[in-house]
């Protein structure tokens, strides 16, 4: 299964009934394509939607359709639109049930550095240092290294900080860690991966949960077409 699918099927699994989602871009656009049977979520946009829906067919895109990376998007039964202010105090306001977002760097504590891309040329971070301050649960969705296998959960971020120990969960190809004041437990562990193994990858000392579990993730379940 490719990495990217595997992580969106695992962060589907916190999703629950009722929630409303707030997804960064990359894998967590993909999470709403594999919602457990039963469970329905309405995802929020930063530019001022709530119902957004999957992405439109090839010829039917609306160019005023969008979501806050910018791309076509379809609408839900319900959806409503409003201005970009009102959309920000819904996030500040703590009416985001739960915020997927990727990420460059996470440490230890849950500290997340996810917007500065070394040698790129960026304008800012956009939503997410409001979204990590104003979700109510923050999950991490990521490949557990960088292209060169060097690891992305670190003892301490040295790239440019999103937020300060905001998050509370980090699925990857590998894991799923949860991020606890006494530090990083790993609670589950992909098929065929050890702890071991895990752990050669991750700076942080890891807390081996006494239920350690082996991640099971759920068949796509969406007719529409796809989150990309």
Not at 11 to 19: I, K, N, P
């Amino acid at each position: 299964m490719d990495k990217r699918e595997f992580i969106a099927r695992r962060v589907a699994q916190e999703m629950r009934d009722g929630y409303y989602v707030n997804l960064g871009i990359g894998i967590p656009t993909l999470v709403p394509n594999y919602l457990p049977p039963g469970i329905e979520v309405i995802l929020q946009s930063e530019n001022g939607m709530l119902g957004v829906g999957p992405y439109p067919y090839e010829g039917e895109e609306d160019p005023d359709l969008i979501n806050a990376g910018k791309e076509p998007v379809t609408e839900i039964a319900g959806s409503c639109y409003f201005s970009s202010a009102e959309s920000f105090a819904m996030i500040r306001g703590g009416h985001i049930d739960a915020s997927v977002l990727g990420a460059l760097e996470v440490d230890e504590k849950g500290t997340l550095a996810n917007w500065a891309v070394p040698g790129k040329m960026l304008k800012g971070m956009g939503g997410a240092m409001d979204l990590v301050a104003g979700t109510k649960r923050l999950i991490i969705a990521m490949e557990h290294t960088a292209k060169d296998g060097a690891p992305k959960i670190v003892k301490k971020c040295t790239l440019p900080v999103t937020g300060i120990e905001v998050a509370d969960l980090i699925v990857t190809d590998l894991a799923v860690i949860e991020v606890t004041r006494r530090g990083l437990v790993l609670r589950e562990v992909a098929p065929g991966v050890t702890p071991q193994a895990v752990q050669k990858v991750t700076e942080p000392t890891l807390e081996i949960a006494p239920d350690l579990k082996t991640i099971s993730v759920v068949p796509e379940t969406v007719e529409r077409p796809l989150f990309r």
